[in-house]
């Protein structure tokens, strides 16, 4: 997503909790042909002055923040949740909304003092995932509860921020083949692997093409409380009657065998 700020002009500064690795991200962004510059900050989003450190950094380098997109998250190991250990119950909670809310909480304060530029003075996008819309899925209580808190929390934000100059959104990226949720997959029985990599095929997408539909739709958006959708039920309907007519791979697309 980042890159893809940057390719359409933008400025961006990435958050990571390590700063070699935020570093190392960063370096890599302002290595290629984007005209926008990326600057890193290390954060942890469950920490206040943490956060606050974050938006002074990025106002210092930048002069202000037009969008500020909660992506940060964690997820827990595919367990019933009486076999996970209180510190991974704690880390996914922390990170997936006490870290939303704090950086909510200093974005708009933050965002209001701001001047309006295009009609706005400033966006927080919050991205929800399995769970927000309610879903229920075994081994998956922590994780999902904590979307369908976003879910509940971004509610809110726009009724709150009604009339402020600040808008917030959701963002829903699909079933996206990334780091996170392929982590668990070495640890999973085969007869679980096989069902779960047919599923994926049939409803994943590599990274790229949901991260510019994101950007985009993002940059364009000047209502509050817009739902950006890349698996939208119309793609879900077309993917599932054309399942056995088309062949995809996202995993070899987004460069897994």
């Known amino acids: 997503m980042a890159a893809e700020f940057l390719r359409r002009g933008h400025n961006v500064v990435v958050n990571g909790r390590r700063q070699e690795l935020t570093d190392k991200a960063a370096a890599d962004l302002n290595s290629r042909d984007f005209s926008g510059a990326a600057f890193a900050v290390s954060a942890d989003v469950a ?18 923040v037009d969008i500020w997109i909660n992506n940060a998250g964690l997820i827990n190991r595919y367990r019933p949740v009486g076999d996970l250990s209180v510190i991974e ?50 081994g998956m209580s922590v994780y999902g509860t904590t979307k369908r808190a976003i879910t509940y929390f971004t509610k809110s934000l726009v009724k709150e921020l009604k009339g402020s100059g600040v808008i917030a959104g959701f963002i829903q990226p699909g079933i996206v ?33 949901v991260a510019a539909y994101i950007a985009q739709h993002v940059l364009d958006n000047r209502v509050s409380g817009a739902r950006i959708n890349w698996l939208t039920l119309p793609k879900l309907i077309w993917r599932l009657l054309t399942a056995k007519l088309i062949a995809r791979d996202p995993f070899t697309d987004a460069g897994i065998k």
């Open 47 to 64: 920490k206040p002055d943490h956060v606050e450190s974050l938006w002074s950094a990025a106002v210092q380098r930048f002069g202000r």
């Open 177 to 209: 083949i990334t780091d996170l949720g392929l982590g668990e997959a070495a640890d999973q029985p085969a007869a679980v692997l096989r069902r779960e990599k047919k599923f994926i095929t049939m409803f994943g997408d590599p990274v790229e093409p």
């Open 89 to 138: 119950i704690a880390g996914v909670v922390d990170a997936n909304v006490t870290g939303t809310i704090l950086c909510s909480n200093v974005a708009i304060r933050e965002m209001g003092r701001q001047a309006v530029i295009d009609g706005l003075r400033g966006a927080i996008y919050n991205f929800e995932g399995f769970g927000s819309d309610g879903m229920t899925r075994p």
